[in-house]
């Protein structure tokens, strides 16, 4: 463990980013459960829970950067404890049922965006990689990643005993709960107490903002990692928003939607880790192309094969060991190129793109629900989207910048 950890900074800031990642993750993973409720309660349609969730993806990803440069300069803490605050308040104004018209695109859209975009694990993740070397970098992003992973499992099931115990505002305003004590551990999440060495820390360390975004678009590589982590946002997303109710009108078992978003996040913890120790030693690129491959192979088969529990099961456990597996190797790749300084920053650029794929996969897999009566449309994107996403990491260099022609 001594040689894992260089110091008590970073192994305080690691195991309290993964209290944090686990709670934010595994709130957000419980959305989908309550598309019905939400209907029931308020008559919200699937075109406005999907716009919700669609608008929360895309404040999540632009403040993600913004929030990333802040913590950059002064520690994760400033913007994880504000981050789940607003979170925290988004709901439990949900809880009280605060979701009809407006109040839905302000909570569930605007104040879970602000709360995901300062404490999930797409900023954690960076922010804990900039404690720890390259050869341990991408195991402590799967640690954090993985603990997302372990949120998406349990708090499905515990939405699930709450709703059954009393109703669904309850579960919201306990996860309100949850979500605000999990300021005590963000407050551990700070700067490394030294800058960890990289090949080119030299270079790129010590130039300005503009400087910095130049370089880094002026690399094929970066721009080809941006337009793929798109397809990983409009895939995820559209699951965990609409299967819920995908599998539903297939006549499956009430329990089925549960169990995939419950898998999805336990076999998540699988598949993160795996990738953060194949990440160490393996490239990057070539990791995440195969992913991409096989999630489309899961898409394929869960969609035309006939529709039973067994499918749904074998759903989520397939697609969980794909689900954030991306992040580690993605994450990884930046900080191999661009070095660890600007990671938070770089890191949040990427993941805004991921977050127009998030928000087209929310809101087309209700528009196509509401004007055709299923998502066959989006599922089929999905998966064409899958094998656009294999290809486009094939070409990328993941030589350190210093070493990389300046023409590329």
């Known amino acids: 463990m001594k040689n894992f950890f260089p110091n008590k900074t970073a192994f305080y800031a690691l195991i309290a980013a993964c209290f944090v990642v686990c709670a934010t993750m595994g709130v957000r993973q419980t959305f989908g459960l309550y598309s019905n409720e939400f209907e029931s309660t308020a008559g919200t349609s699937n075109t406005e829970f999907g716009l919700a969730i669609a608008l929360h993806a895309i404040f999540w990803g632009i403040f993600t950067p913004i929030f990333g440069r802040i913590s950059d300069k002064l520690g994760g803490y400033v913007v994880i404890v504000p981050a789940l605050i607003f979170y925290s308040i988004a709901m439990l104004l949900m809880g009280n049922n605060y979701i009809s018209g407006m109040w839905l695109q302000i909570n569930l859209g605007l104040f879970v965006g602000l709360g995901l975009a300062g404490a999930a694990g797409t900023i954690l993740t960076p922010m804990i990689s900039k404690h720890f070397p390259n050869e341990n970098r991408s195991k402590a992003a799967g640690l954090v990643t993985a603990s997302g992973g372990l949120g998406m499992f349990l708090f499905p099931i515990l939405g699930t005993i709450f709703e059954n115990i009393s109703t669904w505002q309850i579960s919201f305003i306990i996860f309100s709960m949850i979500l605000f004590l999990m300021c005590i551990p963000g407050f551990f999440v700070k700067l490394p107490k030294t800058q960890i060495t990289t090949i080119n820390s030299n270079i790129i360390d010590d130039r300005s903002l503009k400087e910095v975004l130049k370089e880094s678009f002026s690399h094929k590589g970066f721009r080809l990692l941006i337009l793929g982590f798109f397809v990983c946002g409009f895939q995820i997303t559209l699951i965990a928003t609409h299967v819920p109710r995908y599998v539903q009108d ?119 629900y509401d004007q055709f009566g299923n998502f066959d449309y989006a599922w089929y994107l999905a998966i064409i989207l899958s094998f656009v996403a294999t290809a486009l990491h094939l070409p990328i260099d993941e030589k350190p910048i210093a070493t990389v022609d300046k023409t590329i």
């Open 250 to 368: 297939k006549g499956l078992a009430d329990w089925t939607g549960m169990a995939i978003l419950a898998l999805i996040g336990f076999f998540n913890i699988v598949g993160t880790l795996i990738m953060g120790y194949l990440g160490d030693k393996y490239s990057k690129k070539i990791l995440l192309s195969g992913l991409y491959f096989l999630r489309g192979i899961a898409l394929i088969l869960f969609i035309f094969l006939p529709a039973s529990n067994l499918s749904a099961v074998l759903f989520g456990i397939s697609f969980g060991l794909l689900w954030l597996a991306t992040v580690p190797a993605t994450n990884g790749i930046v900080a191999q190129i661009f070095g660890t300084k600007n990671l938070t920053l770089l890191f949040g650029i990427v993941f805004l793109n991921h977050q127009f794929g998030s928000f087209l996969g929310a809101y087309l897999g209700g528009f196509f």
